[in-house]
């Protein structure tokens, strides 16, 4: 029949039987499909650190002395030129590598308690949603309250608890620009008139404005962040009952991440490698 139309077909039809099909579907277990950040800033600040490890960051060879000639002019330019380009790439890798960091380690923070929720959280949605936008301080000092998987409370004040909460600080002081923070600060220079008073430094004055202006945050810095929020982690799961550790630990890496809505529990719908498939394998 020339007139037969499909969509018309189906929309009659599905109409028909609406009722029958929601019943249907109902009875079907929903998954709401989520975006793991955990893992996403995981392979971020793995990423970045290869990245930075490959950056040249030797400065240039200063001219002692009289300048003799024209040629170790041009050669300090030229040396001064590779270095600011490399201190340019170096800078917003080394912000986004620290940034990222402090990310890394509240969206973990953040799945454990949802996915250790007490099942008390789970009737009262609005009671979990409220400790998740507690500071990240208050988040660990009441973590083993709100969840089910801790033997004890974090320790704050551990030496790598400090240095974790230190990052956070630095993390909100980059994004909210605090102007009085040292982060921001790079000197204070006087002027006699027209006059600069310009500071002496051990450094020339070039590569002296440079390191302040691009090595923030320092390599050394970056460095230890990246280590510690490893560290900090391991801290974490030594502090979780082993019957769960292993659990965890697999849940947190897949991406992306599945809640169970008539279950009440976090799982993956998808099997690793789907989204890893391309990735290089890291030893």
Do not use: C, W
């Amino acid at each position: 029949n020339d007139e037969f139309n499909i969509h018309t077909f189906f929309f009659f039809f599905l109409k028909k039987y609406n009722d029958e099909i929601e019943i249907q579907i109902s009875k079907f277990e929903k998954h709401i499909v989520y975006i793991n950040h955990y893992k996403s800033y995981l392979n971020s600040i793995e990423q970045l650190s290869d990245e930075i490890a490959k950056i040249d960051l030797s400065e240039p060879k200063i001219i002692k002395g009289h300048i003799s000639t024209k040629e170790d002019i041009e050669l300090y330019m030229k040396d001064l030129e590779v270095y600011t380009n490399n201190l340019i790439l170096f800078h917003p890798k080394a912000k986004s590598l620290l940034l990222n960091s402090a990310f890394m380690v509240e969206s973990l923070i953040n799945l454990i308690i949802r996915i250790g929720a007490k099942r008390e959280l789970l009737i009262y949605p609005d009671v979990l949603k409220k400790f998740l936008n507690y500071s990240f301080n208050d988040k660990l000092q009441n973590i083993k309250f709100y969840t089910r998987f801790f033997n004890k409370d974090i320790d704050t004040s551990l030496p790598i608890v400090k240095s974790i909460l230190e990052l956070m600080s630095v993390r909100n002081k980059y994004v909210h620009f605090d102007e009085y923070s040292k982060i921001n600060i790079i000197g204070e220079e006087y002027y006699d008139k027209k006059y600069p008073l310009f500071n002496l430094t051990k450094k020339s004055f070039q590569i002296d404005l440079l390191n302040k202006t691009y090595l923030n945050p320092s390599k050394k810095e970056i460095d230890k962040y990246f280590r510690d929020v490893f560290l900090f982690e391991d801290y974490i799961f030594s502090i979780i009952d082993e019957n769960y550790v292993k659990s965890v630990k697999q849940l947190i890496q897949v991406n992306p991440l599945s809640y169970n809505t008539r279950l009440n529990v976090y799982s993956s719908i998808f099997p690793n490698a789907i989204m890893e498939f391309y990735l290089p394998v890291k030893d």
